[in-house]
């Protein structure tokens, strides 16, 4: 069957560390992947979108990896602030008929000062 | 330039009655899509329109709900006889006509069914 999936158990760092979230998929074949960060009682905001020929992505204190043979990316936050703290998503976006986005259900982070 | 709109950003409604939520999207923004938010679980897709047109509903359960994108105005997300298994957020996203690479969204709706 198909499947999304990110720890569903919430991530606690320190501040200034690297926060460092998953995001498997099974039986998925997705043109690329997207990462977005929601806050309670928000809507999603979009963060990052990484191809399925590209390796790593960048943008300031972020940083995704997507491995299409693992099936696995990685979003990493590094130097970590208490406003970091939020879910993120990861979203596949499927290239044959290409509309539909299948979300995860996203990893809590935690950033304490 | 404004985001994406959404309306109402809460809704009550009993058992039966109907929900009409409406989704403006960002300005030049053609192609409009609804997700479906559970407390705890992630979003899940539902429709995807154009101006005028259904391009992919399959997330869409086969009764009580509908949805349209008219030529003028707002898309709406109708649910008609409402059931408590409705009350979720409901997000709207839009992105520009040729690159959908990224949705922008609204801040949702949420529906709760006494």
């Known amino acids: 069957s198909q499947k999304i999936e990110q720890n569903s158990e919430a991530l606690n760092i320190q501040e200034g560390k690297t926060a460092t979230l998953t995001c498997n998929y099974t039986?998925?074949?997705?043109?690329?992947l997207q990462w977005y960060r929601q806050d309670p009682g928000r809507g999603p905001v979009f963060l990052l979108l990484i191809r399925e020929n590209e390796k790593e992505k960048r943008k300031e204190r972020l940083k995704v990896t997507f491995d299409t043979t693992l099936k696995q990316s990685l979003f990493h936050i590094t130097a970590s602030q208490p406003a970091d703290s939020a879910t993120y998503l990861c979203a596949l976006v499927m290239g044959t008929g290409g509309f539909k986005t299948i979300f995860g259900a996203g990893t809590r982070l935690f950033v304490k000062a | 330039n404004a985001g994406v709109m959404q309306n109402p950003r809460h809704l009550v409604r009993r058992r039966g009655q109907e929900a009409r939520l409406r989704c403006s999207p960002m300005?030049?923004?053609?192609?409009v899509y609804w997700y479906r938010q559970l407390p705890e679980e992630g979003l899940k897709f539902m429709v995807y329109l154009q101006k005028e047109n259904i391009i992919d509903e399959s997330g869409m359960p086969k009764e009580r709900f509908s949805a349209e994108f008219p030529k003028e105005g707002p898309s709406i997300l109708r649910i008609q006889q409402v059931v408590r298994g409705d009350s979720a957020a409901y997000f709207c996203a839009s992105s520009p006509g040729t690159v959908q690479e990224t949705q922008y969204f609204g801040p949702g709706t949420r529906l709760l069914v006494l």
């Open positions: 300005k030049g923004h053609s192609h």
């Open positions: 039986n998925y074949s997705p043109a690329y």
